[in-house]
């Protein structure tokens, strides 16, 4: 099972990235989490120490790899071969899941991500090994991501909204954007709602099947926000993303063995 998070900047993206992550750990042998966010914290939010998240080696300084497998030219393959041996040292083991970070962003005028791109999409499509694995992906914020076709081969795109226009219109593009990369599922998951009305501005925002659920806004993450040496999830959002987790397994056909 592979699955690619998404949303407006500020929406709590990470935040259900690493509740989502937390919980199908509950249920599978081994998660793969993929940080796809170059300005990323997906790390922090899971708990790993920033001390630890900082000597993590990111899938951008995968110089020579990238160059063996996709080459040096202007035009490089699209579908490079991925072997196991090549991740070793960019994963980070953290109870059952192991975690990969994209990296820093790039400084002004160097070159663009391309390649560590099409590198990303490659995990995507090759990391899913058993049916007691799964891959959840924390893309970056807004719709850039999509242009480059990082998230070709998920399974599942959930889409993270806010009571908000602006939030409900990056959501909009997404769902075009992926349905055109050849993203069969893509569901919403309203995020912060305080109450009925704003749950409603939601569901009035997409189509019934599109949306998979809600989770309320919590005092307790929002203060955390502020206190760097607290986790940003927690166990907050467990219980709500339980819920979540089961229309995921539904989405997917139920087929998992506990770990």
């Given at each position: 099972?592979?699955?690619?998070?998404?949303?407006?900047?500020?929406?709590?993206k990470?935040?259900?990235?690493a509740?989502?992550?937390?919980?199908?750990?509950?249920?599978?042998?081994?998660?793969?989490?993929?940080?796809?966010?170059?300005?990323?914290?997906?790390?922090?939010?899971?708990?790993?120490?920033?001390?630890?998240?900082?000597?993590?080696?990111?899938?951008?300084?995968?110089?020579?790899?990238?160059?063996?497998?996709?080459?040096?030219?202007?035009?490089?393959?699209?579908?490079?071969?991925?072997?196991?041996?090549d991740?070793?040292?960019?994963?980070?083991?953290?109870?059952?899941?192991?975690?990969?970070?994209?990296?820093?962003?790039?400084?002004?005028?160097?070159?663009?991500?391309?390649?560590?791109?099409?590198?990303?999409?490659?995990?995507?499509?090759?990391?899913?090994?058993?049916?007691?694995?799964?891959?959840?992906?924390?893309?970056?914020?807004?719709?850039?991501?999509?242009?480059?076709?990082?998230?070709?081969?998920?399974?599942?795109?959930?889409?993270?909204?806010?009571?908000?226009?602006?939030?409900?219109?990056?959501?909009?593009?997404?769902?075009?954007?992926?349905?055109?990369?050849?993203?069969?599922?893509?569901?919403?998951?309203?995020?912060?709602?305080?109450?009925?009305?704003?749950?409603?501005?939601?569901?009035?925002?997409?189509?019934?099947?599109e949306?998979?659920?809600?989770?309320?806004?919590?005092?307790?993450?929002?203060?955390?926000?502020?206190?760097?040496?607290?986790?940003?999830?927690?166990?907050?959002?467990?219980?709500?993303?339980?819920?979540?987790?089961?229309?995921?397994?539904?989405?997917?056909?139920?087929?998992?063995?506990?770990g």
């Amino acid at each position: 099972m592979k699955i690619a998070v998404s949303g407006k900047g500020g929406v709590g993206k990470t935040t259900i990235a690493a509740a989502l992550i937390r919980s199908f750990a509950e249920l599978f042998q081994r998660v793969y989490a993929i940080d796809g966010d170059s300005d990323g914290c997906l790390g922090f939010a899971l708990g790993i120490p920033l001390v630890e998240l900082s000597a993590i080696k990111p899938v951008v300084e995968m110089g020579e790899q990238i160059r063996k497998l996709s080459g040096d030219g202007a035009f490089y393959a699209l579908n490079p071969s991925l072997e196991d041996d090549d991740l070793k040292e960019f994963i980070y083991q953290h109870g059952k899941i192991n975690f990969m970070k994209m990296g820093d962003q790039k400084k002004g005028g160097s070159q663009c991500f391309c390649r560590e791109n099409t590198f990303l999409q490659t995990l995507i499509s090759t990391l899913l090994l058993d049916k007691n694995e799964a891959v959840i992906m924390d893309m970056g914020a807004g719709i850039e991501h999509l242009s480059r076709g990082t998230s070709r081969g998920v399974d599942l795109m959930l889409v993270v909204v806010e009571p908000s226009i602006n939030s409900v219109n990056t959501a909009n593009n997404v769902i075009r954007m992926a349905q055109d990369l050849g993203v069969s599922k893509v569901r919403i998951i309203g995020n912060k709602v305080r109450n009925e009305n704003e749950k409603m501005f939601i569901e009035k925002s997409f189509q019934h099947q599109e949306m998979l659920g809600f989770i309320g806004f919590n005092e307790n993450i929002w203060l955390s926000s502020m206190n760097p040496s607290q986790n940003a999830s927690g166990s907050d959002l467990l219980e709500g993303m339980k819920e979540i987790r089961e229309k995921i397994l539904v989405e997917a056909g139920g087929s998992y063995r506990k770990g």
